[in-house]
């Protein structure tokens, strides 16, 4: 079976293609690294440095007749969303859709779609279930939510997975979304810390635990909406201590004010997934923070030129 990953060469989806040739399956992925690095991606997958607006992806359905597709290409910073809504437009909404289209004409399988957590917006009651209602509070959120009304409306055999904050090796450490990494590589650094709020609450899952739900969904092909979560809430300052404890780091963090419009907790429900696709979290946030902080003690990231 061949496997179509968009956005292969990104943080969660090399975990993905990993995952995938792990479990024999043939994988070709597309990705415009404007956040992905070659040097994530395996060395035998064949990749085509290729926007998901381009034209030419057509050629690449055409000739590899994919039977699924894993769809994770997407702008991912919520501060450059709000700044330029029409990226995410022109890649979140406009890309997402004429993957669809292709998806629908070259009879692909079935359709995973990454979507966020930050769909549901505030919640109004904890933990968030997939019938919580959806509140875009940026324009990243509002173009998942946009995404997957798309998605819905097209008639194709599809998956939404609304991944919580995901983390582990590979990870940008320069971006805004990954805490965890941030604070290891501060850490591992000898740099200062700072934490804005310290009491707002997360769900963090480990992307290996991510990857193997992607390949589940195309595996059972399963349809439907589903939350990828630990289920777990953890504090960010409960995961300061972990991760000082983790490296042997003593250095007191600065304390800031919580940042305007941030969400003060957030937990989702994930028995929807555990029921359907008979999946978990296998890694505690202690094993995959020992695995990340392993990885950023001891490789240096690819820097490679973007575009
Ligand atoms: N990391 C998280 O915590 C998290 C949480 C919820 C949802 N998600 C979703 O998971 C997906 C993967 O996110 P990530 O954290 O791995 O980010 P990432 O930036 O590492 O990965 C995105 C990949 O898509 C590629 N890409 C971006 N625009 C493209 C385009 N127009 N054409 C082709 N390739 C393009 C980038 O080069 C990159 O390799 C995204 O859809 C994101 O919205 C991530």
Redo the contacts with the bound molecule.
């Keep these: 079976m061949k496997v179509l990953v968009?956005?292969g060469?990104?943080?969660?989806?090399s975990h993905v293609v990993e995952e995938l040739v792990n479990h024999q399956y043939e994988v070709v992925l597309?990705?415009?690294?404007?956040?992905?690095f070659l040097g994530n991606v395996l060395t035998n997958v064949k990749t085509y440095q290729?926007?998901?607006?381009n034209p030419e992806i057509e050629f690449v359905f055409d000739r590899e007749r994919p039977d699924y597709i894993i769809h994770?290409?997407?702008?991912?910073s919520v501060t450059a969303s709000m700044k330029d809504p029409l990226l995410d437009l022109q890649?979140n909404i406009i890309?997402t859709v004429k993957l669809i289209t292709l998806a629908k004409k070259y009879n692909v399988k079935n359709f995973v779609f990454?979507?966020?957590?930050?769909v549901y917006g505030e919640p109004t009651y904890l933990p968030i279930d997939e019938n919580h209602s959806l509140h875009a509070l940026s324009f990243y959120s509002l173009s998942?939510c946009s995404a997957e009304k798309y998605i819905g409306l097209y008639g194709l055999n599809s998956c939404i997975l609304r991944?919580?904050?995901?983390y582990g090796p590979r990870?940008?450490a320069d971006g805004e979304?990954?805490v965890i990494s941030i604070f290891i590589n501060k850490l591992v650094q000898g740099g200062e810390v700072e934490v804005f709020g310290g009491c707002q609450t997360r769900d963090f899952v480990y992307v290996k635990d991510v990857a193997r739900a992607c390949r589940l969904a195309i595996e059972g092909q399963h349809n439907g909406v589903y939350n990828i979560s630990s289920g777990i809430e953890t504090s960010i300052k409960e995961l300061l201590t972990y991760i000082s404890d983790a490296i042997g780091d003593a250095t007191i963090p600065v304390y800031k004010p919580i940042r305007v419009g941030e969400i003060e907790r957030s937990v989702l429900d994930n028995s929807k997934v555990s029921q359907a696709f008979d999946w978990r979290a296998h890694y505690s946030l202690s094993e995959g923070l020992r695995e990340t902080i392993h990885y950023y003690s001891t490789v240096s990231r690819p820097k490679l030129p973007m575009n």
């Design positions: 968009t956005g060469a990104g943080f969660i989806g597309i990705d415009n690294l404007v956040t992905g290729l926007d998901i607006n994770l290409a997407a702008q991912v890649t890309g990454a979507s966020s957590a930050a998942k991944f919580s904050n995901v990870q940008n979304a990954g």
